[in-house]
C-alpha cells in the first residue's frame, strides 16, 4: 500500500516524502499523538519507503523487502515492544502489563553494531516507547547520543511529554493529528467493508475522537446503552445524590474490563459541556444524543469547574496506568467530584 493510501496524515506524509527526496534523516523520530490515529501504520509505511528499491520517495507494498516488513521478519528492521520475559522463554509482547526493558535496548545496541544485513539502512521501532522504563532509557539515551551511521530509530508514544526531555531533544518530532470525521469516516468504511459493523453511525464516529483503532473497539451495545448508563451514574455522583455508593461504583468501574472506556467516557463527557459553554455549537459535541442534558448542564457548570474535572479524570488514568490501586484511585476521584458538587 503506497503512501498515497494512507488516509488522513497528509502534511506528515509530505514532511517523509520530502526527507526521502533528500535522501537525509536524523538518526532518531518521535512519532506522537493520540492512540489509533495512524503512528505505527506510518512507522511501517516509512520503514518500506526506505528499503524499497522500486519506488522514489514511496514503496510499493508488494516487493520483497516491504513484504518482509510487512510479515515483521525482515533482517533490518527490529520491532521493540512493551513486554515480559517468561524464564528462558524469551519475550512477549504484552501492551498493558509490559514495559520495555533494558535487556530489549541491549538487544537494540548489539543489532545495530552490526553492519546492514541487505545494505543501506537499519531501523528500530518502538511501539509503546512511553512504557519504556529508567534503565532502557538511560541506555536508549547513550544510543541517542552517539548513533551510528545509516541507523534509523522511530519512537512511537501518545505524547511527548512521557519520555524523558533528555530523549526527545534528540528526536526529530511529528505530531499525528486525530483524523477529521470525514477521513476516519472513509478509513472504516474501508476497513470494516463487508462486516456487520459496516454503516457505523456518526455518533460511533464522534465519539472515536479521531481515532481509527477506538473506533474498531467500540460495540453498539456499549455506545448506545452502557456509555449512557455511565454518564447518568457520573451526573448523580457530582451533584450528591450517591454519597453512600461511591465505594460500589468505584469497585463496579475497577472490576470491569472497560476502565479506559468509561473514563474516557468521563472525560468526553466534560468535553461536551466546556465545549458549548464556550462555543453554543451543537455540532462539535461527542455525545450529540445527549445535547438537551449538556446545554442544561453548560448553563450551571464554569469553564474552570470543567477544565478541573478533566484535569482530575486524567490524573486518574495515570495513577491506574502507573498501577496505583485502580479501586482506590477511582474512589478517591469520585469523592473529589462529590465533594466539589456544583
Known amino acids: 500500500m503506497p503512501f498515497e493510501e494512507v488516509i488522513g496524515q497528509e502534511k506528515t506524509i509530505r514532511t517523509l516524502r520530502n526527507a526521502l527526496i533528500q535522501g537525509t ?12 490515529v495512524g503512528k505505527y501504520k506510518v512507522a511501517i509505511s516509512f520503514a518500506k519507503a526506505i528499503l524499497c528499491g522500486r519506488r522514489e520517495a514511496d514503496f510499493c507494498g508488494t ?23 517468561k524464564q528462558g522463554e524469551g519475550w512477549y509482547y504484552d501492551p498493558d502489563n509490559g514495559t ?10 548489539r543489532w545495530i553494531s552490526i553492519r546492514s544485513f541487505e545494505g543501506g539502512y537499519k531501523i528500530a521501532i518502538f511501539e509503546g516507547a512511553e512504557r519504556m522504563n529508567s534503565p532502557a532509557a538511560n541506555a536508549l539515551l547513550k544510543v541517542l547520543e552517539e548513533p551510528p551511521l545509516e541507523t534509523l530509530l522511530i519512537l512511537i508514544s501518545p505524547t511527548k511529554t512521557q519520555l524523558p526531555p533528555t530523549m526527545t531533544s534528540r528526536c526529530q518530532k511529528i505530531y499525528f493529528p486525530p483524523l477529521s470525521k470525514e477521513a476516519l469516516q472513509r478509513v472504516l468504511e474501508h476497513s470494516l467493508e463487508g462486516s456487520r459493523e459496516e454503516g457505523m453511525s456518526s455518533l460511533m464516529v464522534a465519539l472515536a475522537e479521531g481515532s ?54 468521563f472525560r468526553a463527557w466534560y468535553r461536551d459541556v466546556l465545549v458549548f459553554k464556550e462555543t453554543r455549537e451543537v455540532s462539535r459535541l461527542l455525545n450529540a444524543d445527549m445535547k438537551d442534558r449538556i446545554v442544561d448542564l453548560a448553563e450551571r457548570r464554569t469553564a474552570e469547574d470543567c477544565i478541573t474535572r478533566i484535569r482530575d479524570i486524567r490524573n486518574a488514568m495515570e495513577d491506574i496506568g502507573n498501577r496505583i490501586n485502580p479501586r482506590l484511585a477511582l474512589e478517591n476521584l469520585l469523592v473529589g467530584m462529590q465533594c466539589g458538587a456544583f
Open 25 to 36: 534523516f536524523p538518526h532518531a523520530y518521535l512519532f506522537y499523538g493520540s492512540r489509533g
Open 63 to 85: 516487493c520483497s523487502a516491504c513484504r518482509r516488513i510487512e510479515e515483521g521478519n525482515h533482517p533490518d528492521v527490529l520491532f521493540v515492544r512493551p513486554g515480559v520475559t
Open 100 to 109: 520495555i526493558q533494558i535487556g530489549q535496548v541491549r538487544d537494540v545496541q
Open 212 to 265: 481509527v483503532g477506538k473506533a474498531m473497539s467500540m460495540d453498539m451495545e456499549w455506545v448506545h446503552v452502557e456509555r449512557r448508563k455511565w454518564i447518568e451514574k457520573l451526573i448523580s455522583v457530582e451533584e450528591g445524590r450517591s454519597k453512600g455508593e461511591i465505594p460500589l461504583i468505584a469497585e463496579e468501574i475497577s472490576s470491569s474490563d472497560r476502565v479506559q472506556e468509561i473514563l474516557d467516557t
